[in-house]
Nanobody
Framework: QVQLVESGGGLVQPGGSLKLSCAAS????????MRWYRQAPGKQRELVAA???????NYADSVKGRFTISRDNAKNTVYLQMNSLKPEDTAVYYC??????????????WGQGTQVTVSS
C-alpha cells in the first residue's frame, strides 16, 4: 500500500560525499515525518536525521555539520546529503516515514536499506 525505495549508496573514500534518496509511493494522502536510520555490523539501528512535515530537522550528534536531510513534497522524496564521510559512517542506511493513507490510517513504513561503505 505504501512503499519506500532507497537509492544512492555505494563505496566512497574517506572525506568524500554521497547523496541518498528515498522515494515514497502508494496510497498516500500525506507524509508526516521522514527519517534516515543506519545500522552498522554488530550495532543497533540508530537515528541519523529526521525532518518533520513542516520542515524542522534534527540530527544525531555524530553527523551534525556533515549530513543534511531534505525533502521534496511534490516528489514524495527525502534526501540525505552526506559530506566529509568517515569510515565510522559505514552502515546500511534505512529510510523511514510516517504516512497518512488515502483511507485516513496512519502507517509507519521502512525501505529495504542501502549500503554505504567508507573506505580507502
Amino acid at each position: 500500500q505504501v512503499q519506500l525505495v532507497e537509492s544512492g549508496g555505494g563505496l566512497v573514500q574517506p572525506g568524500g560525499s554521497l547523496k541518498l534518496s528515498c522515494a515514497a509511493s502508494g496510497r498516500i494522502r500525506n507524509i508526516n515525518a521522514m527519517r534516515w536510520y543506519r545500522q552498522a555490523p554488530g550495532k543497533q539501528r540508530e537515528l541519523v536525521a529526521a525532518v518533520t512535515g513542516g520542515g524542522t530537522t534534527n540530527y544525531a550528534d555524530s553527523v551534525k555539520g556533515r549530513f543534511t536531510i531534505s525533502r521534496d513534497n511534490a516528489k514524495n522524496t527525502v534526501y540525505l546529503q552526506m559530506n566529509s564521510l568517515k569510515p565510522e559512517d559505514t552502515a546500511v542506511y534505512y529510510c523511514n516515514a510516517d504516512f497518512t493513507t488515502t483511507w485516513g490510517t496512519r502507517v509507519d513504513s521502512w525501505g529495504q536499506g542501502t549500503q554505504v561503505t567508507v573506505s580507502s
